[in-house]
């Protein structure tokens, strides 16, 4: 256990569907942030957190979005879904940037 | 702007053989830099970490130096084994872009009893 908690850990949806994934990160961490893993497209990263402020964005499309709440943990939504979504999304925590990251498990979703 | 390149895979070595995975970066300051490892089916693990030039950054027989003159950030083993098959990704942090990771495109090892 990474000590990184994210839910569920699959999901089968259709597409023009909404879901929501969430992660609790590691105790202390302030920092949140989302990936997604895709085979064509490798590791990327959607967006960060910091003690629930946005603090940078990377290539998240417009139809999803996140936010971190006040007990730290983090939602990523991703709305009007395409078979394209499809991936694993993975979240993250760190207490500091060069301390490195913990992962979570990953969250599988397929859109069909 | 801030980048990392990573060699491509897959590698396919024989067990005990040597392991280079090869990853160099370009950036604006000093970043740390990070090794990860994905077994298969699971997430991404910290490896091994190097914070500033010259450091060696080692773990589970794995080691990397930080390169300040060649911005590189080679991952090595001596000797592999079966268990060390995984999905290896370098990921520099850049301090003066909030510290996100931005991950190499991975290096599938495959070794081969």
């Known amino acids: 256990d990474s000590g990184v908690t994210q839910t569920p850990k699959h999901l089968i949806t259709a597409t023009g569907q909404r879901v929501t994934l969430r992660c609790s990160p590691r105790?202390?961490?302030?920092?949140v942030y989302w990936y997604q893993q895709s085979l064509d497209q490798g590791l990327q990263f959607l967006i960060q957190?910091?003690?629930?402020?946005?603090?940078a964005k990377g290539n998240i499309l417009e139809r999803f979005s996140a936010q971190q709440f006040p007990d730290l943990h983090s939602e990523l939504n991703l709305s009007s879904l395409e078979l394209g979504d499809s991936a694993l999304y993975f979240c993250?925590?760190?207490?500091?940037?060069?301390?490195?990251?913990?992962f979570g498990s990953g969250t599988r979703l397929t859109v069909v | 702007g801030n980048s990392v390149t990573q060699m491509e895979g897959p590698v396919t070595l024989s067990e005990e053989a040597f392991l280079t995975i090869n990853c160099t970066y370009t950036?604006?300051?000093?970043?740390?830099l990070f090794w990860y490892v994905q077994y298969p089916g699971e997430g991404l693990q910290l490896l091994l970490k190097?914070?500033?030039?010259?450091d060696k950054g080692s773990n589970k027989g794995f080691e990397a130096t930080y390169r300040k003159e060649t911005t590189s950030f080679h991952l090595e083993k001596g000797s592999v084994q079966v268990s060390d098959s995984a999905v290896y990704f370098c990921?520099?942090?850049?301090?003066?872009?909030?510290?996100?990771?931005?991950f190499g495109q991975g290096t599938t090892l495959q070794v081969k009893p």
């Open positions: 993250a925590s760190s207490a500091q940037a060069n301390y490195g990251y913990t």
């Open positions: 105790s202390g961490d302030l920092s």
């Open positions: 957190y910091y003690n629930g402020e946005e603090r």
């Open positions: 950036a604006t300051g000093y970043p740390s």
């Open positions: 190097a914070t500033k030039a010259d």
């Open positions: 990921a520099p942090t850049f301090p003066l872009d909030t510290g996100k990771l931005i």
